[in-house]
């Protein structure tokens, strides 16, 4: 029988520590933090997470604003509107949802915004800032995972992991955070060979691909923490990609995640008062 890793006891935590952050900037800086989201037309789950989102922020005493868009906005436009969060003071973290309609470039407007603010830690100043040891800012879900994980009580120190996928957003982010958490990793993707190999060891498999299980990922042995980030959209809302059925086989960890868990929008949130206290040092 697996073991359950409960998400949202996780989540409430980590939000219950958040507003406390928000506390200590409030009293810092004479204000609450700013995040700042953009959405660009009507994508089913990107509205799913922006709503989630708004509610978190508001849950934890965050201040912002969604920009919601519609999705014959033009790049020119969706770019003067983070030039101009860029500019604001009360604006902390900037936060523009991926994907976006076609015709706007999602590497311009990644590049476009502040890595000070770069909440969800795109930018290529963040992401040599995490491959290279420096304390920035990083994506949301990696982090999460990586508090999942604490939460097992596994170690990470010297464990051997293997990450499934190569996202900017998950697959690479997560990979450098267990490599920093002196964890040897391997990153295996669509081609990768002799898949099933890879994970006949590791103690650690991180499926970090969008939109389903496709490799026939197996936990190989008792001890392996199976975490699970591909979401799909249904009739009722949005789940993990590794059903109780299939994960119920193991003698392993799963994340009971749904939406409240910290892999989602808690770690944004997190972020936010160090995002400020760079600004706050900048100027």
């Known amino acids: 029988m697996a073991t359950l890793i409960d998400g949202k006891a996780i989540s409430k935590l980590v939000r219950e520590e958040v507003a406390r952050g928000v506390e200590v900037f409030k009293v810092k800086y004479s204000r609450v933090p700013g995040l700042h989201v953009v959405l660009v037309g009507e994508d089913p789950a990107s509205t799913v997470y922006v709503r989630n989102k708004e509610k978190a922020a508001l849950e934890v005493g965050i201040a912002g604003q969604v920009h919601r868009l519609p999705a014959s906005t033009t790049e020119e436009a969706l770019l003067g509107l983070v030039k101009e969060l ?18 706007i470039r999602q590497q311009k407007v990644v590049e476009a915004t502040a890595p000070s603010k770069d909440v969800d830690g795109l930018h290529p100043e963040s992401i040599g800032a995490l491959w290279a040891g420096i304390k920035g800012l990083v994506p949301c879900t990696p982090r999460g995972c990586m508090r999942l994980i ?134």
């Open 86 to 103: 860029n500019q604001s003071g009360e604006v902390d973290g900037i936060l523009v949802q991926f994907p976006v309609p076609q015709g």
């Open 150 to 283: 604490a939460e097992t009580g596994i170690k990470v120190d010297g464990a051997q992991a293997v990450v499934v996928g190569r996202s900017n957003l998950v697959g690479k982010p997560i990979a450098g955070l267990l490599l920093a958490a002196n964890a040897t990793v391997t990153l295996a993707h669509s081609k990768t060979r002799d898949f099933a190999a890879q994970q006949n060891d590791p103690r650690l498999v991180d499926q970090a691909r969008r939109g389903g299980d496709r490799r026939g990922h197996e936990p190989r042995r008792s001890g392996q923490a199976v975490r699970g980030r591909g979401l799909r959209i249904c009739v009722r809302g949005c789940f993990g990609d590794h059903t109780r059925a299939r994960w119920g086989r193991a003698n392993d960890y799963r994340d009971v995640a749904g939406k409240h868990a910290p892999g989602s929008e808690c770690p944004h949130f997190a972020r936010l008062p160090h995002a400020g206290q760079l600004i706050g040092s900048s100027g």
